[in-house]
């Protein structure tokens, strides 16, 4: 660009520069401020009645039935099949509560190490569910991702629900077996 150019070219800059100025300061002075907002409501003192030769009896307001939170409901059974679906896709745990009928539940906890395959995690859940239920009741890998637990003669039926579950590509399915 030669010199001559160059001068005409910034009146063309600053003229420019000027509208935008012209469009946009009054659209931000005509801004409107945040609408305030509101303060709570402050509760207004009740009035006392007025104290008189008779004792009146006053009448509390009728106490709120409580009110129970329904809880998801813990099934029993003789047989219980687990099954493991997929691959780890990174290192997590499986936790399980194991609660035989009419006593103290347990927490079993299986670790698992990124790209496991269902086999392998199988495996590592049995072996620590045979650990947590003991002797008393029979669980064997039936397959390469089933487990299966059974109560042993007089021994009560058990309860297994899933607690936690922080794996990753795994599905952890828990039913009649």
């Known amino acids: 660009m030669t010199e001559r150019n160059s001068i005409n070219l910034i009146p063309s800059i ?12 009054p659209a931000v002075f005509a801004q409107e401020e945040p609408t305030p907002v509101p303060e709570p409501a402050q509760e207004e003192p009740v009035a006392q009645p007025a ?35 997929g691959r780890a896709e990174m290192n997590g745990y499986i936790e399980l509560i194991v609660q035989p009928n009419n006593e103290e539940p347990t927490k079993v906890r299986a670790n698992v190490v990124a790209k496991t395959k ?15 239920l003991g002797d008393r009741y029979k669980v064997k890998q039936t397959g390469d991702k089933t487990i299966l637990i059974k109560a042993k003669k007089k021994t009560p039926p058990v309860s297994i629900s899933l607690m936690t579950q922080n794996l990753a590509g795994v599905a952890v399915m828990i039913g009649q077996g």
């Open 14 to 25: 600053l003229v420019l520069l000027m509208a935008i100025l012209v469009v946009s300061v």
């Open 118 to 132: 269902p086999k392998k995690i199988t495996k590592a859940l049995v072996e620590q569910l045979i650990f947590g």
């Open 51 to 85: 104290e008189t030769d008779e004792a009146e009896p006053v009448a509390e307001p009728a106490a709120e039935p409580e009110v129970k939170e329904a809880g998801v409901p813990i099934v029993y059974r003789e047989k219980t099949q687990i099954t493991i679906n």
